[in-house]
Protein backbone atom coordinates (compact mmCIF):
# COMPACT_ATOMS: atom_id res chain seq x y z
CA UNK A 1 0.00 0.00 0.00
CA UNK A 2 1.56 3.23 -1.26
CA UNK A 3 0.73 5.76 1.75
CA UNK A 4 1.07 9.31 1.57
CA UNK A 5 0.03 11.56 4.83
CA UNK A 6 -0.72 15.30 5.47
CA UNK A 7 -2.02 16.94 8.46
CA UNK A 8 -5.80 17.04 8.25
CA UNK A 9 -5.81 20.67 9.59
CA UNK A 10 -7.14 22.94 9.77
CA UNK A 11 -4.35 25.50 9.35
CA UNK A 12 -5.01 29.03 9.76
CA UNK A 13 -3.31 31.95 9.08
CA UNK A 14 -3.05 35.45 8.96
CA UNK A 15 -3.26 37.45 5.30
CA UNK A 16 0.27 38.49 4.20
CA UNK A 17 1.98 35.42 5.54
CA UNK A 18 3.44 32.08 4.99
CA UNK A 19 1.31 28.70 4.96
CA UNK A 20 3.51 25.43 5.11
CA UNK A 21 2.02 22.49 4.08
CA UNK A 22 3.79 19.04 4.44
CA UNK A 23 3.40 15.81 2.74
CA UNK A 24 5.40 12.50 3.89
CA UNK A 25 5.08 9.41 1.18
CA UNK A 26 5.66 6.19 2.04
CA UNK A 27 6.71 4.09 -1.26
CA UNK A 28 10.76 5.41 -1.62
CA UNK A 29 10.75 4.59 -5.31
CA UNK A 30 8.07 7.60 -6.10
CA UNK A 31 9.37 9.40 -9.13
CA UNK A 32 6.84 12.30 -9.53
CA UNK A 33 4.87 14.90 -6.70
CA UNK A 34 2.08 17.14 -7.46
CA UNK A 35 0.27 20.06 -5.62
CA UNK A 36 -3.97 19.85 -6.15
CA UNK A 37 -6.04 22.88 -4.66
CA UNK A 38 -9.47 21.94 -3.88
CA UNK A 39 -12.33 24.61 -3.44
CA UNK A 40 -14.96 23.59 -1.45
CA UNK A 41 -17.58 22.01 -3.44
CA UNK A 42 -15.21 22.05 -6.56
CA UNK A 43 -12.93 19.95 -8.01
CA UNK A 44 -9.12 19.61 -7.53
CA UNK A 45 -7.28 22.05 -9.65
CA UNK A 46 -3.14 21.27 -10.21
CA UNK A 47 -0.98 23.53 -8.92
CA UNK A 48 2.53 22.52 -9.00
CA UNK A 49 4.55 19.23 -9.91
CA UNK A 50 8.47 18.24 -8.87
CA UNK A 51 10.34 15.57 -9.85
CA UNK A 52 14.08 16.22 -8.07
CA UNK A 53 15.09 17.59 -4.98
CA UNK A 54 15.08 21.40 -4.05
CA UNK A 55 12.87 23.93 -4.50
CA UNK A 56 10.62 24.60 -6.99
CA UNK A 57 8.90 28.22 -7.55
CA UNK A 58 5.62 29.23 -9.44
CA UNK A 59 4.46 32.80 -8.26
CA UNK A 60 3.46 32.67 -5.29
CA UNK A 61 4.19 28.86 -4.48
CA UNK A 62 7.05 26.71 -3.28
CA UNK A 63 7.81 23.34 -3.84
CA UNK A 64 10.31 21.52 -2.07
CA UNK A 65 11.19 18.06 -2.52
CA UNK A 66 13.96 16.23 0.10
CA UNK A 67 13.81 12.34 -1.52
CA UNK A 68 15.84 11.11 1.41
CA UNK A 69 13.61 11.97 3.69
CA UNK A 70 10.68 11.07 1.70
CA UNK A 71 8.97 14.54 2.13
CA UNK A 72 7.36 16.87 0.13
CA UNK A 73 6.13 20.37 0.92
CA UNK A 74 4.40 23.30 -0.40
CA UNK A 75 4.72 27.00 0.62
CA UNK A 76 2.70 29.68 0.39
CA UNK A 77 4.18 33.17 -0.11
CA UNK A 78 1.80 36.57 1.01
CA UNK A 79 -1.25 34.65 2.18
CA UNK A 80 -4.54 35.36 0.22
CA UNK A 81 -8.13 34.82 1.54
CA UNK A 82 -8.18 33.71 -1.89
CA UNK A 83 -6.07 31.14 -1.25
CA UNK A 84 -8.06 29.44 1.66
CA UNK A 85 -8.78 26.09 0.45
CA UNK A 86 -8.17 22.08 1.21
CA UNK A 87 -4.78 21.22 -0.81
CA UNK A 88 -4.07 17.41 -1.71
CA UNK A 89 -0.40 15.68 -2.06
CA UNK A 90 -0.44 13.50 -5.12
CA UNK A 91 2.69 11.38 -5.56
CA UNK A 92 3.28 8.97 -8.44
CA UNK A 93 5.47 5.86 -8.32
CA UNK A 94 6.64 3.62 -11.48
CA UNK A 95 2.65 3.65 -12.92
CA UNK A 96 0.30 5.23 -14.21
CA UNK A 97 -1.57 6.11 -10.74
CA UNK A 98 -0.93 9.02 -8.43
CA UNK A 99 -1.73 7.83 -4.37
CA UNK A 100 -3.37 11.28 -3.10
CA UNK A 101 -2.83 12.29 0.17
CA UNK A 102 -6.12 13.37 2.62
CA UNK A 103 -5.81 16.75 1.94
CA UNK A 104 -4.81 20.04 4.12
CA UNK A 105 -7.55 22.49 4.67
CA UNK A 106 -5.97 26.26 4.81
CA UNK A 107 -8.09 29.32 5.85
CA UNK A 108 -6.62 32.47 5.41
CA UNK A 109 -7.60 35.49 7.70
CA UNK A 110 -8.36 38.80 6.61
CA UNK B 1 -6.18 23.29 -24.67
CA UNK B 2 -7.36 20.44 -23.55
CA UNK B 3 -11.08 20.15 -21.71
CA UNK B 4 -13.17 17.70 -19.59
CA UNK B 5 -16.94 17.47 -19.45
CA UNK B 6 -18.61 15.65 -16.99
CA UNK B 7 -22.28 15.05 -16.76
CA UNK B 8 -24.82 14.93 -15.06
CA UNK B 9 -23.71 17.62 -12.44
CA UNK B 10 -25.79 16.39 -9.78
CA UNK B 11 -27.50 13.34 -9.25
CA UNK B 12 -30.20 12.17 -6.58
CA UNK B 13 -30.81 8.27 -7.04
CA UNK B 14 -33.21 5.62 -4.88
CA UNK B 15 -30.92 2.78 -3.64
CA UNK B 16 -31.02 0.07 -6.25
CA UNK B 17 -31.32 1.88 -9.19
CA UNK B 18 -29.13 2.27 -12.04
CA UNK B 19 -25.75 4.43 -12.65
CA UNK B 20 -24.26 6.13 -15.47
CA UNK B 21 -21.98 8.89 -15.54
CA UNK B 22 -20.12 10.05 -18.79
CA UNK B 23 -16.44 11.99 -19.26
CA UNK B 24 -15.37 13.23 -22.24
CA UNK B 25 -12.00 14.92 -23.19
CA UNK B 26 -11.29 17.45 -26.25
CA UNK B 27 -7.88 18.47 -28.13
CA UNK B 28 -6.05 15.67 -27.06
CA UNK B 29 -5.66 11.87 -28.33
CA UNK B 30 -4.99 8.49 -26.35
CA UNK B 31 -5.05 9.99 -23.32
CA UNK B 32 -4.78 8.13 -19.84
CA UNK B 33 -8.12 8.20 -18.34
CA UNK B 34 -9.45 8.01 -14.38
CA UNK B 35 -12.86 7.78 -11.97
CA UNK B 36 -12.02 8.98 -8.70
CA UNK B 37 -14.57 8.99 -5.79
CA UNK B 38 -14.17 11.79 -2.52
CA UNK B 39 -16.76 10.76 -0.02
CA UNK B 40 -17.60 13.68 1.73
CA UNK B 41 -14.58 15.13 4.10
CA UNK B 42 -12.54 12.57 2.44
CA UNK B 43 -9.40 12.14 0.00
CA UNK B 44 -9.59 10.75 -3.50
CA UNK B 45 -10.23 7.03 -4.22
CA UNK B 46 -9.50 5.68 -7.56
CA UNK B 47 -11.76 3.25 -8.69
CA UNK B 48 -11.06 2.96 -12.53
CA UNK B 49 -8.09 3.69 -15.08
CA UNK B 50 -8.08 3.33 -18.63
CA UNK B 51 -5.09 3.57 -20.97
CA UNK B 52 -7.42 3.09 -24.28
CA UNK B 53 -10.29 1.95 -25.45
CA UNK B 54 -11.12 -0.76 -23.88
CA UNK B 55 -9.05 -1.00 -21.39
CA UNK B 56 -10.23 -0.78 -18.09
CA UNK B 57 -8.44 -1.61 -15.05
CA UNK B 58 -10.13 -2.34 -11.81
CA UNK B 59 -8.36 -0.53 -8.44
CA UNK B 60 -12.05 -1.53 -5.97
CA UNK B 61 -13.76 -4.32 -6.05
CA UNK B 62 -17.45 -3.34 -5.62
CA UNK B 63 -20.78 -2.37 -7.56
CA UNK B 64 -19.38 0.08 -10.09
CA UNK B 65 -17.90 -0.65 -13.63
CA UNK B 66 -16.30 1.20 -16.34
CA UNK B 67 -16.14 1.25 -19.97
CA UNK B 68 -14.17 3.29 -22.69
CA UNK B 69 -15.98 2.99 -25.62
CA UNK B 70 -14.13 5.71 -27.44
CA UNK B 71 -10.73 6.81 -27.39
CA UNK B 72 -11.81 10.13 -25.30
CA UNK B 73 -15.33 8.61 -23.90
CA UNK B 74 -15.12 7.01 -20.14
CA UNK B 75 -17.92 6.01 -18.67
CA UNK B 76 -19.16 5.08 -15.10
CA UNK B 77 -22.08 2.32 -14.32
CA UNK B 78 -23.38 0.31 -11.71
CA UNK B 79 -26.81 -1.94 -11.98
CA UNK B 80 -27.72 -1.29 -8.63
CA UNK B 81 -26.93 1.65 -6.27
CA UNK B 82 -26.33 1.55 -2.67
CA UNK B 83 -26.20 4.52 -0.19
CA UNK B 84 -22.34 4.05 0.54
CA UNK B 85 -21.97 4.76 -3.19
CA UNK B 86 -23.03 8.76 -2.55
CA UNK B 87 -20.33 11.00 -3.12
CA UNK B 88 -17.98 13.65 -5.72
CA UNK B 89 -17.02 11.25 -8.94
CA UNK B 90 -14.26 13.25 -10.47
CA UNK B 91 -12.99 11.98 -14.28
CA UNK B 92 -9.55 12.82 -14.99
CA UNK B 93 -6.85 12.42 -17.95
CA UNK B 94 -2.49 12.34 -17.56
CA UNK B 95 -0.67 14.69 -19.49
CA UNK B 96 2.87 13.45 -20.59
CA UNK B 97 4.26 14.55 -17.23
CA UNK B 98 1.80 11.71 -15.40
CA UNK B 99 0.37 15.14 -14.13
CA UNK B 100 -4.02 14.46 -13.96
CA UNK B 101 -6.14 16.70 -14.49
CA UNK B 102 -9.86 16.72 -13.21
CA UNK B 103 -13.07 17.53 -14.98
CA UNK B 104 -15.99 19.60 -12.60
CA UNK B 105 -17.54 16.05 -11.05
CA UNK B 106 -20.43 14.85 -10.27
CA UNK B 107 -22.26 14.76 -7.02
CA UNK B 108 -24.11 12.06 -6.84
CA UNK B 109 -26.79 11.37 -3.70
CA UNK B 110 -28.50 7.77 -3.17
CA UNK B 111 -31.60 8.29 -1.07
Known amino acids: QKEVEQNSGPLSVPEGAIASLNCTYSDRGSQSFFWYRQYSGKSPELIMF????GDKEDGRFTAQLNKASQYVSLLIRDSQPSDSATYLC??????????FGAGTTVTVRA | SQTIHQWPATLVQPVGSPLSLECTVEGTSNPNLYWYRQAAGRGLQLLFY??????ISSEVPQNLSASRPQDRQFILSSKKLLLSDSGFYLCAWSGLRYEQYFGPGTRLTVT
Open chain 1, 90 to 99: AVRSNDYKLS
Open chain 1, 50 to 53: IYSN
Open chain 2, 50 to 55: SVGIGQ
